[in-house]
């Protein structure tokens, strides 16, 4: 079945970037929107953006300015950097499948982002 | 106000039912949306749940018991998720998620104990 696995670093200082990956197996690749989301210690989840590969980008107009969402065909992979992070972007961020008939029917396993100077 | 709001925590029994409520704003409509459903247990990411729009429009998540249901209250500008036959493992966190003009919005989410 399809696999999402998630990598990237775990602690940040003020205004760095933060980049995270998602590998996909198992399953089609194209054919799907890719979406982030967040959730922050003890509170709900927030999304963030989503990519087709080959096509549309999306992002929440919460953090537009900052995010970037790519696919990479080649690899099966979608990728996420969120410039000049602070505090509040300490957060499990994770990667999901995306479609209008069952929007997150597969999820990574989250990647755990701190914030911190 | 938020777009979409849930109570914060509910408590049921097991074998008893349990409905969430998710309520949007007073400006935009139930009945136009369609309304996702996810569970979200400690240490785990979300899993999708169901979607409903209208008894004709709706779909259950993949290996998602028919216990787990959706409706809506146009009178209470809510969406519904009604489980029945309450179970232990059905404590968990539920969220409900629209497409609400240029973004996917979450509710804030209910805490559910089964007690």
């Known amino acids: 079945q399809v696999q999402l696995q998630q990598w990237g670093a775990g602690l940040l200082k003020p205004s760095e970037t933060l980049s995270l990956t998602c590998a996909v197996s198992?399953?089609?690749?194209?054919?799907?929107?890719w979406s982030w989301i967040r959730q922050s210690p003890g509170k709900g989840l927030e999304w963030i953006g989503e990519v087709k590969p080959g096509g549309t980008t999306r992002s929440n107009p919460s953090v537009e300015s900052r995010v970037t969402i790519s696919a990479d065909t080649s690899k099966d992979q979608v990728s996420l950097s969120l410039t000049s992070v602070t505090a509040a972007d300490t957060a499990v961020y994770y990667c999901?499948?995306?479609?209008?008939?069952?929007?997150?029917?597969?999820w990574g396993k989250g990647t755990t982002v701190t914030v911190s100077s | 106000q938020a777009v979409l709001t849930q109570a914060s925590s509910l408590s049921a029994s097991p074998g008893a039912s349990a409905s969430l409520t998710c309520t949007l704003r007073s400006d935009i409509s139930v009945g136009t949306y369609m309304i996702y459903w996810y569970q979200q247990k400690p240490g785990s990411p979300p899993q999708f749940l169901l979607r409903?729009?209208?008894?004709?429009?709706?779909?259950?998540g993949s290996g998602v018991p028919s216990r787990f249901s959706g409706s809506k209250d146009a009178t209470a500008n809510a969406a519904i998720l009604l489980i029945s036959g309450l179970q232990s493992e059905d404590e968990a966190d539920y969220y409900c998620?629209?497409?609400?003009?240029?973004?996917?919005?979450f509710g804030g989410g209910t805490k559910l104990t089964v007690l």
């Open positions: 409903y729009k209208s008894d004709f429009d709706k779909k259950q």
């Open positions: 998620m629209v497409w609400h003009d240029t973004a996917w919005v």
């Open positions: 198992g399953g089609s690749f194209s054919g799907y929107y």
């Open positions: 999901a499948r995306w479609s209008w008939a069952g929007p997150g029917d597969v």
